[in-house]
Nanobody, 115 residues
């Protein structure tokens, strides 16, 4: 059983920054690709970025140049550094494996970008 816990969300003004963290329990983390996903009100959950087991990052077009995904295998943690935030980035952010494991969704962390 894997357990993922996200943190680091909050309220930020447009143009601001946040750093999200996701800690994974269990022994499956280091050999697996991990992703950050988000779900805005009334919309489907979408992939924001993923990072391979050897730390190669990939991003959806709308966040390229603004978000950076990274991982620390020693800490079983994946990060999402978000800069130049926009109101359209407002969503609940989740981490999961890539591809996802349906039994691994955590509670997520709310990110609200508003003035």
């Amino acid at each position: 059983q894997v357990h993922l816990v996200e943190s680091g969300g909050g309220l930020v003004q447009p143009g601001g920054s946040l750093r999200l963290s996701c800690v994974a329990s269990g022994s499956m983390f280091s050999g697996r690709a991990m992703g950050w996903y988000r779900q805005a009100p009334g919309k489907q959950r979408e992939l924001v970025a993923f990072i391979t087991s050897v730390s190669t990052p990939n991003y959806r077009d709308s966040v390229k140049g603004r978000f950076t995904i990274s991982r620390d295998n020693a800490k079983n943690t994946v990060y999402l550094q978000m800069t130049s935030l926009k109101p359209e980035d407002t969503a609940v952010y989740y981490c999961n494996f890539f591809p996802v494991r349906d039994d691994a969704w955590g509670q997520g962390t709310q990110v609200t970008v508003s003035s």
